[in-house]
């Protein structure tokens, strides 16, 4: 078999078998389980999450967030960049609030990157906070290289290097939160 078209056809089929057929508008969003229920966890939580991004994006890279949880709150600040926002004139950073941080993007089971609780939690929080209101790519996004929705974490990673987040290799525009010293 003629392998200059043999190797691009199987390129082709991997890609398209990595995306969902069914749509972003179908895909699951349901919760994944893995974040503290904050009715029953009164202490503040910090946590990390990444999944992969959604469609043939999700065969290189994740899409990360942030979740926040002040102490005795009943639900979460979750923080996170949407490139789709920006497309219709709207900013790129997102705050929600939500019991439930943990859910799937968009077909994808996220993984818990970092989670931090109680009093280093809620000594963390605030400086996470103001390093959220410092980010200084809130109206832009792009794929590649930046900034996008790992450039946002790494951002806070950077500005708050108590926190210990360390990104995968996957989080791919990560590396634009450097473009600023």
């Known amino acids: 078999m003629n392998l200059h078209i043999f190797v691009p056809t ?17 895909a699951s969003r349901e919760p994944a389980g893995i974040a ?9 939580v910090v946590e990390v999450y990444a999944a992969d991004a959604y469609g043939w994006k999700g065969v290189f890279a994740v899409h990360t967030w942030i ?11 979750l923080f996170e960049v949407v490139g ?3 497309n219709r004139g709207g900013i790129a950073l997102r705050q929600t609030t939500t019991i439930t ?4 993007w968009y077909g994808a089971k996220p993984e818990k990157l970092l989670s931090v609780q109680g009093e280093k939690a ?3 929080i605030p400086k996470i906070l103001n390093a959220i209101a410092r980010y200084p790519w809130t109206n832009e ?10 450039t946002f974490p790494a951002w806070i990673a950077k500005e708050v290097p108590e ?15 450097d473009t600023l010293n």
Do not use: H, I
């Open 10 to 26: 199987c390129l082709l089929l991997f890609f398209l078998s990595a995306s969902s057929s069914d749509g972003w508008q179908t």
């Open 36 to 44: 503290p229920d904050p009715k029953e966890e009164k202490r503040a």
């Open 67 to 77: 979740a926040l949880k002040e102490e005795n709150a009943d639900n979460y600040s």
């Open 84 to 86: 789709w926002r920006v």
């Open 101 to 104: 941080p943990d859910k799937y």
């Open 122 to 124: 809620s000594q963390l």
């Open 141 to 150: 996004y792009r794929v590649f290289p930046g900034p996008n929705s790992n």
């Open 163 to 177: 926190l210990g987040l360390e990104l995968p290799f996957t989080a791919f525009g990560s590396g634009y939160a």
